[in-house]
């Protein structure tokens, strides 16, 4: 997901959110890809988010469309609990 588009979302997620009262996108951040001022319980708080990107991929490129359909549902195995603890 491209950095504007994970903004965005993450925006969106955070607002709908019960516990946060306030979520917005500073437009004068010193960091590239922006920062998130996130108010919860009160307190402010500002998030930077960072980029990784896989060799050779560039964020000028437009993001690829998505072809197909989910993978079907299936539940869960009913089993029992895990043979081992976490962590493995």
């Known amino acids: 997901m491209r950095p504007a588009a994970y903004l965005e979302h993450l925006v969106d997620l955070l607002k709908n959110t019960p516990d946060v ?9 010193p960091y590239p890809y922006g ?6 319980a009160g307190r402010q708080q500002r998030w930077h988010v960072a980029g990784q990107l896989a ?29 081992r603890g976490w962590p493995p």
């Not at 920062?35 to 919860?40: D, E, K, M």
């Not at 072809?67 to 009913?78: E, L």
């Open 21 to 29: 009262q306030q979520a917005q996108l500073l437009q004068d951040s």
């Open 35 to 40: 920062t998130l001022t996130v108010t919860i």
């Open 55 to 83: 060799d050779g991929a560039k964020h000028d490129t437009p993001t690829p469309d998505t072809h197909g359909q989910p993978p079907a549902w299936t539940p869960a195995p009913a089993s029992g609990p895990p043979t």
